[in-house]
């Protein structure tokens, strides 16, 4: 986690350092108040996110400590977006102070547990249809319950079909995705423990809508050519 991160900063400051330094060679600026304050506008922009990106991983790391036996796979794959699968097949991602969970249900709703990388291959764009929207309120009464109780600002769910290329279909791949996506717009983000205590209780409320949908379907009359 902490060596792609920090990969990832080198490469910018390496990017910047590469276009000033031919102008500073072949004409150095004179060192004062002015030409400090060009320097720091270079270097104090990567500094504050290698920094940032530090902190954001401790505060990650201690999140973690008590749930860790609950995570089955982890990987990071941006700055301090931690992609996690859990124990009962949830792809949990945090990007920012967002957290987004995603469930993967076979054709009959039961529910799928792929691989971290079979689960992030299904939730690329244009890998899902969204067919169903839900938004915490008053018609949505068990997600805005569970919004309150992990102290999230904002909630939304939805259930999409999935779209898997020909050569990609297997016995377990999923059929439908289901996703709760939780976040503050202010403040600190949800801490994952807090999450993934929860975890259970998501997973059942994206399996109630996964069947709720399945059977608004069925209910539907067949389209007749």
Same mark, same amino acid.
């Given at each position: 986690m902490r060596w792609r991160s920090d990969a990832i900063v080198a490469i910018l400051t390496m990017f910047l350092l590469a276009l000033i330094a031919p102008l500073w060679v072949a004409?150095?600026?004179p060192l004062d108040l002015y030409a400090l304050a060009?320097?720091?506008f270079f270097i104090i922009p990567p500094?504050?996110?290698?920094i940032g990106t530090r902190l954001s991983q401790r505060r990650m790391r201690r999140s973690l400590q008590g749930v860790r036996s609950r995570v089955r796979e982890a990987g990071v794959f941006s700055i301090g977006h931690l992609s996690l699968i859990l124990d009962n097949g949830l792809l949990l991602q945090l990007p920012g102070s967002f957290a987004i969970l995603t469930g993967f249900f076979s054709s009959s709703g039961s529910p799928l547990s792929p691989s971290l990388r079979e689960a992030r291959k299904c939730v690329r764009p244009f890998r899902w249809i969204r067919l169903v929207t839900v938004r915490a309120g008053k018609k949505a009464p068990d997600l805005t319950e569970l919004r309150d109780d992990l102290g999230a600002r904002m909630a939304a769910a939805s259930v999409g079909s999935c779209r898997p290329k020909g050569h990609e279909i297997e016995p377990n791949t999923p059929?439908?995705?289901a996703t709760v /996506?939780?976040?503050?717009?202010?403040g600190l983000p949800i801490g994952a423990d807090r999450i993934i205590g929860e975890a259970?209780? /998501?997973g059942r409320y994206l399996q109630n809508l996964v069947q709720a949908t399945l059977k608004r379907a069925r209910s539907l009359p067949a389209a007749h050519p």
């Open positions: 004409s150095p600026p060009n320097v720091a500094a504050a996110v290698l059929t439908w995705i /996506v939780l976040g503050r717009a202010i259970d209780r /998501v």
